[in-house]
């Protein structure tokens, strides 16, 4: 069993950064994989980007590539998303989540995930 909770979250202009925390309990996190997902007002949620039990493996999706950058620190049992150069097309309610599975490629997969925290809003303003 694992409980996540994110911080984070806020008030931003484009151009500008945030950086999101998952706090995570649990004995298992250490050996999750970590996933980002965010959801738009009548969308979908969707993938963000995705750690590696290990770190040594990260994943994002084209929208975010090269803005957004996954850490996580097993021993702090948390896992930090970085957000630079946001855009307002980035503005969302931001989840982390947490899986056992070991196939990357699944990574991506909303199903895939076991544990989703309760979410933080991102807004950022044009």
């Known amino acids: 069993q694992v409980q996540l909770v994110e911080s984070g979250g806020g008030l931003v202009q484009a151009g500008g950064s945030l950086r999101l925390c998952c706090a995570a309990s649990g004995r298992t996190f250490s050996t999750s994989a970590v996933g980002w997902f965010r959801q738009a007002p009548g969308k979908e949620r969707e993938f963000v980007a995705a750690i590696s039990w290990s770190g040594s493996f990260t994943y994002y999706a084209d929208s975010v590539k090269g803005r957004f950058t996954c850490s996580r620190d097993n021993l702090k049992s948390t896992a930090d998303l970085q957000m630079n150069n946001l855009k307002p097309e980035d503005t969302a309610v931001y989840y982390c989540?947490?899986?056992?599975?070991?196939?990357?490629?699944?990574?991506?997969?909303?199903?895939?995930?076991?544990?989703w925290g309760q979410g933080t809003q991102v807004t950022v303003s044009s």
């Open positions: 989540a947490a899986t056992l599975i070991t196939n990357r490629s699944d990574y991506s997969t909303r199903g895939k995930y076991d544990y």
